[in-house]
């Protein structure tokens, strides 16, 4: 039997599964036994569209549907966790297995803090992620980086480093640091990025860590709660998977690759910040990047923070209706609302017809709210900050200041008790 903190390499033994998986097709055959069992009503996961730069989210009934959301897509940007709000009711009447990212996780349990998902309805298989490149950006990258045609493309995987493809007539790798010194690779919130094995999902399921004859034939799975280990050992039960203990050589570079990409992560985060400027010139730049925004309020309807009926920056009060370029305080409002939990899932960003880097501008602002206040936003289901203030951390944040007013001292951070 499993239980919560297991470490183990998986794979399955259903020939079907096999062929599509990325490793050892634990992911797609634990939603197997998942929806024979009964233990979800469906499956929420991601499967190849038009050709590998269209990742189509599907709901899957049928477990004989399973096999074709098999493999990785790493031109899959998008965001399971707004969608189940949206279409599926929140899951508040059906069992809902996904499949999750490091940022959908996180959007889950923001949801879910504000009643917009019912997570006792979820079971979340996560997957790692080094990080995920836009349809639109591969295709250029491929063509003028790689000197390939992007229709000829039929898989592409990021393995140690490299960006990948195998493309007719042969397969080329570049790495990822060069493609990004060029302008190219992840997106640039996945650059900062350090939600890299989404353990506070029920599974975490991986590359890393899997080595000697498993090296890419095993899933590397963590298992993070009672639920998971549950799963796990039902379809092990069921013969849909096997299991063996994770080689301890393997578990340590796992953790060494976790924590080079940790600080990756806040390299980019320091170039990318530091860029904004400082003190006026920032303001600057803000306003101006975000005086070109048109009001299609497509950044409000992708994030997974933004859950309101109206948005304020629809009320004519604070934002004049029919005027462009648009008055600043339709982005101090996102601000105001949403950088105290902002989970960097880049969607504001890439939605924007304006290309303005929104995600950049929250993010780094959530960064610092995070080093003041200590809310770390998508990992458990602590409240955000303005929906809970404890009057000893309020008494304590004024004494800091070693005055009796919020005027000095504010940007010292809060000690931890
Ligand atoms: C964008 C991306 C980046 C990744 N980077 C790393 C990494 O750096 N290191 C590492 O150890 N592992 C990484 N992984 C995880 C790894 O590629 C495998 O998905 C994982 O190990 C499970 O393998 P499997 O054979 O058990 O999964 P499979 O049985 O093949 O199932 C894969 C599951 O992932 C879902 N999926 C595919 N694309 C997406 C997407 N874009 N968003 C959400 N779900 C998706 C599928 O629908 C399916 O449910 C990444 C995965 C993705 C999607
Ligand atoms: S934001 Fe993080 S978890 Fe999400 S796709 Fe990018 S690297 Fe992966
Ligand atoms: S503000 Fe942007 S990056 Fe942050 S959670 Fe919302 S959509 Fe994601
Ligand atoms: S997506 Fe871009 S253009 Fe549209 S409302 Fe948001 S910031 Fe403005």
Not at 323 to 327: G, I, K, R, T, Y
């Given at each position: 039997m499993s239980k919560k903190g297991d470490m183990l390499y998986a794979w399955t033994n259903d020939a079907e599964i096999q062929k599509k998986a990325e490793l050892g097709g634990a992911v797609t055959a634990i939603w197997k036994y998942a929806l024979e069992s009964k233990a979800v009503d469906a499956v929420f996961a991601v499967t190849k569209g038009v050709d590998l730069y269209d990742a189509v989210p599907v709901l899957i009934r049928d477990p004989k549907d399973l096999p074709k959301t098999a493999g990785s897509l790493h031109c899959g940007t998008l965001l399971m966790a707004k969608l189940v709000k949206k279409y599926m009711d929140g899951a508040r009447d059906m069992k809902i297995g996904v499949t999750v990212k490091g940022c959908d996780a996180m959007a889950f349990y923001e949801l879910a803090k504000r009643k917009q998902i019912n997570l006792d309805n979820i079971v979340m298989i996560g997957v790692n992620c080094g990080g995920s490149v836009s349809p639109v950006v591969a295709r250029k990258m491929i063509a003028d980086k790689y000197g390939v045609d992007p229709e000829t493309v039929h898989k592409e995987e990021i393995d140690k480093g490299q960006f990948i493809i195998e493309y007719e007539g042969g397969h080329k790798g570049i790495s990822v640091d060069e493609l990004e010194e060029a302008g190219?690779?992840?997106?640039s919130n996945c650059r900062r990025c350090k939600m890299k094995i989404p353990r506070q999902a029920d599974l975490a399921c991986g590359n890393w860590g899997v080595i000697g004859p498993k090296a890419g034939k095993a899933t590397f799975v963590e298992v993070c709660s009672e639920k998971g280990a549950a799963l796990l050992d039902g379809a092990v039960k069921k013969g849909v998977l096997a299991t063996e203990a994770a080689n301890p050589k393997g578990l340590e570079i796992r953790g060494k690759v976790e924590g080079a990409m940790f600080k990756l992560g806040d390299k980019w985060r320091k170039h990318d910040f530091e860029a904004l400027g400082e003190g006026k010139d920032r303001l600057k730049k803000i306003m101006t990047e975000t005086s070109r925004c048109i009001k299609c309020y497509q950044c409000i309807e992708v994030c997974p923070i933004c859950y309101c009926?109206?948005?304020?920056?629809?009320n004519p009060t604070f934002v004049p209706p029919g005027?462009?370029?648009?008055?600043f305080m339709f982005h101090l409002i996102r601000y105001s609302h949403i950088a105290d939990s902002c989970v960097n899932c880049g969607q504001c960003e890439e939605v924007c017809a304006a290309e303005i880097p929104n995600a950049l501008f929250m993010h780094a602002q959530q960064v610092e709210l995070e080093k003041m206040f200590g809310h770390i936003p998508g990992v458990d289901m602590e409240l955000p900050l303005m929906a809970y203030a404890e009057e000893k951390e309020e008494r304590q944040r004024l004494h800091n200041t070693g005055s009796d007013m919020i005027y000095e001292n504010v940007f010292n951070p809060v000690p931890k008790k």
């Open positions: 190219y690779g992840r997106r009926v109206d948005c304020t920056t629809k005027e462009l370029p648009v008055n």
